[in-house]
């Protein structure tokens, strides 16, 4: 998500035709994008793979990942490579000992800069998230589905004044308590849709089961597509610090974003279009031990959690009311 205005402005002022090199699971969120000549795959046989890259003949290898496979890539092929600053030794000061030498940029405008000498500059115009028109939800239809007998819900729903909910995340450091989950959305009187993959929907069924009849759990039923559609049309999103947070600042959506373990200062907050910021961050910020890690943890390292407990769900709420009742 966080490299399509680096595509769409390669494109649009270099007139390049790109190749994506990326993993299987990522490939959906690629293919649809018309800035996007070809997606390559990163298989099990690592020489195979590069052995077809170099058939291709490449001008010019941007490396926006910077580790020791996309390296091996660079050396594989020949090519003239050009990378960018991962700030690893910023983020080490920080996770390490809370020394705060972090640029004030964000991601994108780092992965820009690495273009600067090739004359490509950014457009100003956000992130890109194209979804297919066969995938895209028709919340009408699913308000009838989901709030059949109730008016109410019913109602909001189908003119998109919904909130999309994201419960998941990719560790569990970066997701809030279940119980404060519930809080929030018992809390809130407007239809919820919780977002999540098939590993979400345990959780997401106990949210349903406790958080009111105004609540449909929808992890693990969509598609990403689908998913991002139903981001699309929501009159605000509550996320943790996941793909489906930018894919809501692609669509330049009201956010509440949730930090846990890490922190909005590593540069990977909500990235909107210029002119528009949209997002309030909620995180408990007087932590010593925060942030533990650039990425997350299964559990809270030091067993307290504070920094997801600490989250004071009444101002969640309020931010959220303010929101919804003043688009």
């Known amino acids: 998500m966080l490299t399509t205005p680096v595509l769409r402005c390669l494109h649009q002022q ?59 890539v660079r050396m594989a092929l020949r090519a003239p490579s050009v990378g960018f600053d991962k700030i690893n030794w910023q983020k080490w000061l920080m996770v390490k000992f809370k020394w705060n030498r972090l640029p004030t940029i ?20 956000g992130l890109d998230y194209f979804i297919p028109p066969d995938q895209e939800l028709d919340p009408a239809v699913l308000a009838d589905q989901y709030f059949s007998h109730q008016e109410n819900p019913r109602n909001l729903m ?61 992890a693990g039923s969509y598609s990403l597509h689908q998913s991002a559609s139903l981001v699309r049309q929501a009159a605000l999103v509550i996320t943790h610090d996941t793909g489906l947070m930018h894919i809501a600042a692609a669509f330049q959506k009201p956010i509440i974003s949730i930090w846990g373990n890490t922190i909005p200062e590593f540069g990977m907050y909500p990235f909107y279009r210029d002119g528009m910021e949209r997002n309030q961050s909620q995180e408990v910020k007087e932590l010593s031990c925060r942030p533990c890690s650039k990425i997350g943890f299964s559990e809270c390292p030091k067993g307290h959690f504070k920094c997801m407990e600490q989250i004071d769900v009444s101002i969640i709420v309020v931010q959220a009311h303010e929101k919804l009742l003043n688009p």
Not at 23 to 42: E, R, S
Not at 59 to 67: G, P, Y
Not at 183 to 203: R, S, V, Y
Request: charged fraction near 20%; glycine fraction near 8%.
């Open 14 to 72: 270099k007139d390049s035709e790109i190749h994506f090199l990326t993993k299987k699971n990522f490939q959906g969120i690629l293919l649809p994008n018309p800035y996007i000549h070809q997606v390559h795959l990163l298989g099990a046989d690592f020489s195979e793979m590069l052995a077809a890259l170099r058939k291709e003949k490449f001008d010019q290898i941007i490396d926006l990942h910077q580790n020791l496979r996309s390296w091996r």
């Open 106 to 125: 964000h991601i994108v405008h780092r992965y820009l800069a690495a273009l600067q000498p090739k004359g490509v500059s950014y457009d100003g115009a």
């Open 158 to 218: 189908a003119e998109g004044k919904y909130v999309a909910l994201v419960i998941g995340a990719a560790h569990a450091t970066k997701r809030l308590p279940i119980s404060k989950i519930i809080a929030i959305c018992k809390a809130l009187q407007f239809p919820i849709l919780l977002l999540g993959g098939p590993g979400d929907q345990e959780t997401g069924k106990e949210i349903e089961n406790k958080g009111g009849n105004h609540i449909k759990n929808t």
